[in-house]
């Protein structure tokens, strides 16, 4: 499936059954026979035509990997390469950590001091912390060993344990939630930043540039809102994948990414903020026809599936409204006979909102005859 909503292409035909009608057509044509399907000529021709289908095959993938709406892996990146939009790299997860002291005297917490929560993922601090005569306490920024997502979601206090022993350190423990660590960037996000590079070029500050420079911050960032709610403000709410409501973490990094001198045009006053929450219930019956009953079992996962599907769209993105009637069409589609939805109702969402579903209830209510 290309990307973008750009129509479908192909380069060459790749079907064998197509392949092997065109050759034994002209065959016939220049030779004034008819080939029956146990002739040796046209067994020789069916031969070919598995190594001329994958030929075709390989063409038509090759030229496609020139085509931002294809490309895929190393050919993506060569993609990127042309804009000057390298893929974003694994990130560590972040946190800041507090150092309880029981001796008042003047010490050094050493670059790369590790804590845990003893499940194996350790965070060390990124530099030298001076402790001052008199500080019962001193708090440190300190980054996952190791990239990507193993490492967020850390809850305050449960980086409770100091793994390399300090003079005089009573306890330790997290004061922020982790967050912050990403795999190397997806082909499919790094293909929609390749899309909006172009918008970067400009200096009067368009919406599309705050949205291409937020978007480098982590590869975490999957929608942005830009607003501008007074003269000379602009305001950035970025939404991490799947829905997360980002921490103070993330939004530190968006807010560096785009307040850059060479980024934000001069009268720009740039501030970034985590988007609106805006919270619904949802309660939804639904039933299966009758004429299904051998395959009831079956249909029961696929609806419920699209109705964990349609919550995964709905918290994707923001400014979507709370639509009930996508819900209902993901169901039908699945194999639902009627859907009756109690919640949510419709609800208008701004653009710097995003709705969270909070209690979820799917009852399946049984056969119905059609």
Same mark, same amino acid.
């Given at each position: 499936m290309t990307r973008f909503s750009l129509p479908e292409v192909t380069f060459a035909e790749k079907s064998a059954q197509q392949i092997e009608a065109e050759i034994v057509g002209r065959f016939e044509q220049e030779m004034g026979v008819k080939l029956a399907q146990?002739?040796?000529?046209?067994?020789?021709?069916q031969a070919i035509v598995a190594l001329l289908a994958q030929q075709r095959?390989?063409?038509? +993938?090759?030229?496609?990997?020139?085509?931002?709406? +294809?490309a895929s892996g190393p050919f993506l990146d060569h993609l990127g390469a042309d804009n000057d939009t390298p893929r974003l790299k694994?990130? +560590?997860?972040?946190?800041?950590?507090?150092?309880?002291?029981? /001796?008042?005297?003047?010490?050094?917490?050493?670059?790369?001091?590790?804590?845990?929560?003893?499940d194996g993922v350790y965070f060390a601090t990124t530099k030298e912390v001076f402790v001052k005569s008199g500080q019962s306490y001193v708090d440190a920024e300190v980054q996952c060993t190791v990239p990507g997502k193993i490492g967020n979601g850390y809850l305050p206090?449960?980086?409770?344990?100091?793994?390399?022993p300090l003079p005089w350190v009573q306890s330790v423990e997290n004061l922020t939630k982790s967050e912050g660590g990403a795999d190397e960037e997806e082909d499919d996000p790094y293909a929609e930043?390749?899309?909006?590079?172009?918008?970067?070029?400009?200096?009067a500050g368009p919406e599309g540039a705050y949205v291409y420079w937020a978007r480098t911050a982590s590869p975490l960032?999957?929608?942005?809102?830009?607003?501008?709610p007074s003269p000379g403000v602009v305001e950035i709410r970025p939404l991490l994948e799947g829905g997360v409501i980002p921490e103070q973490e993330i939004l530190d990094l968006v807010y560096?990414?785009?307040?850059?001198?060479?980024?934000?045009?001069?009268?720009?006053k740039v501030e970034v903020a985590a988007p609106e929450a805006i919270f619904y219930d949802l309660t939804v019956h639904y039933w299966i026809s009758a004429s299904h009953s051998t395959i009831a079992t079956q249909v029961q996962t696929r609806v419920d599936q699209a109705v964990l599907d349609y919550l995964q769209w709905q918290?994707?993105?923001?400014?979507?409204?709370?639509?009930?009637?996508?819900? /209902?069409?993901?169901?039908?589609?699945?194999?639902?006979?009627? /859907?009756?939805?109690a919640l949510p109702v419709y609800q208008k969402i701004e653009p710097y909102q995003v709705a969270q579903d909070k209690l979820v209830r799917i009852e399946y209510r049984g056969l119905e005859h059609d």
């Open positions: 146990a002739d040796p000529r046209r067994k020789f021709i095959s390989l063409i038509d +993938y090759s030229a496609k990997q020139n085509l931002l709406g +294809y694994p990130t +560590y997860a972040k946190t800041t950590v507090r150092f309880h002291l029981t /001796v008042l005297l003047p010490q050094i917490i050493r670059t790369g001091t590790r804590v845990t929560a003893g206090g449960q980086l409770k344990q100091l793994v390399d930043r390749i899309h909006q590079a172009p918008e970067r070029f400009s200096v960032i999957v929608d942005v809102s830009v607003l501008s560096a990414a785009c307040n850059e001198r060479k980024v934000r045009p001069l009268t720009d918290k994707s993105k923001q400014g979507r409204d709370i639509d009930p009637s996508e819900l /209902v069409a993901r169901m039908k589609n699945a194999g639902a006979k009627r /859907v009756d939805v």
